[in-house]
């Protein structure tokens, strides 16, 4: 398990994010390593979910509503993942129909990685 913190660095986090980065390159190293062996090795990065880390940083901000309207806003489909949506992007990486992605990292973000930024459709149309 990563995170898109492996990729995108999230304030007060340098730890986090850095030992993230590190478990994408062990599992493209070990899927390498190990690959001619028949070892299949992918790392799965989900960005907010409404489990563990997410749910601590809501429950401890000064102002839990607009902590979670932000991070809304940030996701292209204006909600945070159920940690059972991850749960199948994993499922999908134990099943046979992996085998032609070893060392693959899958995000499962609900598109917030597809672009640095984006429109929340309140600043109005740009056409």
Same mark, same amino acid.
């Given at each position: 398990m990563a995170s898109v913190n492996a990729t995108l660095a999230e304030q007060?986090?340098?730890?986090?994010?850095?030992?993230?980065?590190?478990?994408?390159q062990l599992a493209r190293t070990v899927a390498l390593d190990h690959s001619r062996s028949g070892v299949r090795v992918n790392v799965l990065s989900p960005g907010p979910m409404l489990a563990g880390l997410f749910k601590r940083h809501l429950e401890s901000a000064t102002d839990s509503d607009k902590f979670l309207a932000t991070r809304l806003a940030r996701q292209p489909g204006c909600r945070i993942l159920e940690a059972r949506e991850v749960a199948q992007a994993a499922m999908f990486l134990l099943s046979s /129909?992996? *085998? !032609?992605?070893?060392?693959?990292?899958?995000?499962?973000?609900? /598109?917030? *990685? !597809?672009?640095f930024d984006f429109r929340t459709g309140e600043e109005g149309a740009s056409i």
């Open positions: 007060q986090l340098g730890i986090y994010n850095a030992t993230k980065a590190a478990v994408r /129909g992996s *085998t !032609a992605v070893p060392g693959a990292d899958l995000v499962a973000d609900g /598109g917030l *990685t !597809a672009s």
